[in-house]
């Protein structure tokens, strides 16, 4: 008998991964409508590459013995957790972000420890989150890597009420010191950083920032890097 190439047997990896996925098709509905007409296009376009991203990453991971497909699948709250953040990508064209969404996917594959109600929040932030709000977020997770403008911006005025939004902008190089302490004070509404003064280098008391990352910060920022050393 031949083996029927629509429904086979034996499911391809990659269907498999897809299938997890497939409802997305129900967001963008059909129809006529000039609206519509404008909507669909790219967001079918982007969310068929951005899956397409996700389930090389995941079949990169299996092939590497670090992920078992077959038993993601079986994992409710992975399928769940996938749709969700299928959903937050489908609204947003920033590649940052999109960025961020992948290595998501990835980071719950290769945790399957991490609780469920930590990872719908942190999937809660993140989609409310733009690639400014990360940034922030990043920095003050790990201020050491401007370290060299750290050192320049310690002889810098700093106007009081806007410490934060002058570190930044100095630091990024764009924007204005109003902006970015606007975005300061939305990232540490979501109780992932706060105003608390980090130290960069021991004995060096003058070398700080004027942020930290709280528990649930750090958490977040494992949650949205590269999972893996292995992925490009």
Request: charged share 20%; glycine share 4%.
């Amino acid at each position: 008998m031949n083996e029927n190439k629509v429904y086979p047997s034996v499911e391809p990896e990659k269907d498999k991964i897809y299938r997890l996925a497939e409802a997305v098709a129900s967001l963008v509905p059909a129809g006529t409508t000039m609206l519509q007409s404008i909507v669909s296009p790219p967001v079918q376009v982007r969310m068929e590459k951005w899956i397409n991203e996700v389930e090389d990453r995941l079949l990169i991971l299996e092939s590497a013995d670090l992920i078992d497909i077959n038993e993601l699948a079986t994992r409710p709250e992975f399928s769940a957790l996938l749709l969700r953040t299928i959903q937050a990508a489908a609204v947003t064209s920033q590649e940052a972000q999109l960025e961020v969404l992948r290595n998501f996917v990835v980071n719950i594959s290769l945790n399957p420890n991490v609780a469920e109600d930590e990872l719908y929040i942190i999937l809660d932030i993140i989609g409310a989150f733009t690639p400014s709000h990360v940034k922030v977020l990043k920095f003050y997770h790990s201020p050491q890597e401007y370290l060299q403008k750290i050192v320049k911006f310690r002889n810098e005025h700093v106007e009081s009420g806007k410490e934060q939004g002058q570190e930044l902008a100095y630091m990024f190089g764009e924007g204005s010191s109003d902006y970015w302490q606007s975005i300061f004070y939305m990232v540490s509404g979501k109780h992932v950083i706060t105003n608390h003064t980090t130290m960069i280098q021991p004995n060096s008391p003058d070398l700080v920032v004027r942020g930290k990352t709280t528990e649930l910060g750090d958490r977040v920022v494992a949650m949205i890097v590269n999972g893996s050393e292995i992925l490009p």
